[in-house]
């Protein structure tokens, strides 16, 4: 069992080293270690300087201790560096000259579209709308059916690899009804003091297995802000990518398949 530190963020997670460029908010340094094995699967991680120093000594214990400085890290941390570092083949730079033409104001915007939103959960159904049924109601951010299934939109972000950015699904989670109801009552001040809201994700995304019922929570958010949703980890491609991070190539196919039109003229 590998020994465990106490990150802020992450709780009491494994041990890992690292050099000192790959901690804080650095992206695109590049990412080397040892393939994470059974026995080892937190092995030390590098930047692309420091592998260019550890080559030229030709190992680490010929490489002098002041040319490359490793800290104790959180693996948790780790695993936020290796995707803000890796390089992947195709960059978010890349899909700078992409236009393509948007489904919410129909005008064409240039660069990668990373956001992609629905305005009702997979429940709901356009007879509803006519519904006179009390209980039933859905807005931009909240929906209501028959006083028995409550939903809140919110955000869930998938960091991309490479960048310190994220690819956003605009979508639907179930609540309880108490939590729901203090949801929309709360200033949203108050609102975002609360603890995270255990949710079964209720949108249905393209280009997945199925994703209704993911387990997640969805966290409140100050100013107004829709609550951030965060997955529960399985083997789900969906959670593998909050997880471990979607790649600027994924991005690209999914603008080429949700977007009404985008010019890949390249
Ligand atoms: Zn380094
Ligand atoms: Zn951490
Ligand atoms: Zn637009």
Redesign the pocket.
Known sequence: MADTVHCGIHGDTAETFA????MGEATG?GFNREAPTGDNPFPDA??D??ELIRAAHGTWDDTPDDL?TIRLLCSGCCERARIRNERPTTTLANLAHLRWKCSSCDEWHEGPCLDFGYSEPHYWRRELEASSKSGTFLTDDYCAIRGEHYFVRGLLHLPIIGTGESFRWGVWGSLSRENFEKLRTMSDDDAAELPPMFSWLSTQLPDYPDTLSLKMYAYPQFHNQRPHFRLEETDHPLTQEYHHGTTPERVRELMRRLLPEVDFDD
């Open positions: 050099c000192t460029h790959l340094l590098w930047c300087n420091c490359v």
